[in-house]
């Protein structure tokens, strides 16, 4: 699999239900950051979860971190159709050079009334 | 807030022909990124900047491609001769310090080289 690689790559549910996105990594990281993009749109910064973190919490956003899984999740809780988008983890990798964000190819979520 | 802003937010272009792309990036920042989104793929990272030189690059950056901070507000991305398959939005993205701090993304340049 690929770095930042998220499941499942597609989500429907009904307005009022709960979303979860699962991110997958392989290397080691500073942090993951969570994206939502709206079609054709820029990318809006969600929630970033540092290394020595385990869970964090913005509104109706819950991220968790197993760095020793690699893995992250974004719950998204009472969802609305206006989180109708998608969702990007990206990674800030441990290397040398400039701290590039990887990132993942991402779950559209959409939300029925 | 303070954002990251990006001109033009779309750019149609003919193949071969030079285009560069302006970002201003959020003026307490000092690491500067630029990153692209082939349509229906994900976003790719290009090249980072810090202290007036690239600081790592993607294999996508080869020559054709050069970034420039030509007057201390300005981040600028230039492909000299375009090719069809340059054809994707742009993002342009800072941050303040390194491996802890967010990126923030400006809204993109839609590039479409025909």
């Known amino acids: 699999s690929q770095q930042g690689e998220e499941d499942p790559q597609a989500l429907s549910i009904q307005e009022g239900e709960n979303a979860t996105m699962n991110c997958s990594y392989k290397?080691?990281?500073?942090?993951l950051q969570w994206y939502r993009q709206n079609s054709g749109r820029g990318l809006v910064h969600l929630i970033l979860i540092r290394s020595n973190e385990r869970e964090k919490h913005s509104g109706r956003l819950r991220v968790t971190l197993d760095t020793s899984k690699k893995s992250s999740s974004l719950l998204i809780t009472a969802s609305r159709a206006a989180d109708t988008a998608s969702y990007f983890c990206a990674t800030d990798e441990v290397t040398g050079g400039g701290n590039k964000l990887t990132f993942g190819t991402g779950t559209q979520l959409k939300v029925e009334l | 807030e303070p954002e990251v802003t990006q001109t033009p937010s779309h750019q149609v272009t003919q193949m071969g022909q030079e285009v560069i792309l302006r970002c201003v990036p959020i003026?307490?920042?000092?690491?500067f990124y630029w990153y692209r989104q082939i349509l229906g793929q994900k976003v790719e990272f290009l090249v980072s900047f810090y202290n007036n030189e690239i600081s790592e690059k993607s294999e996508i950056f080869d020559d054709q491609f050069s970034v420039e901070r030509p007057d201390g507000s300005n981040f600028t991305l230039k492909i000299r001769s375009t090719k069809l398959e340059d054809s994707a939005m742009y993002f342009c993205?800072?941050?303040?310090?390194?491996?802890?701090?967010?990126?923030?993304f400006g809204p993109g340049t839609r590039l479409l080289v025909l």
């Open positions: 003026s307490n920042h000092l690491y």
């Open positions: 290397t080691s990281i500073n942090n």
């Open positions: 993205a800072s941050r303040r310090t390194v491996g802890k701090e967010t990126q923030y």
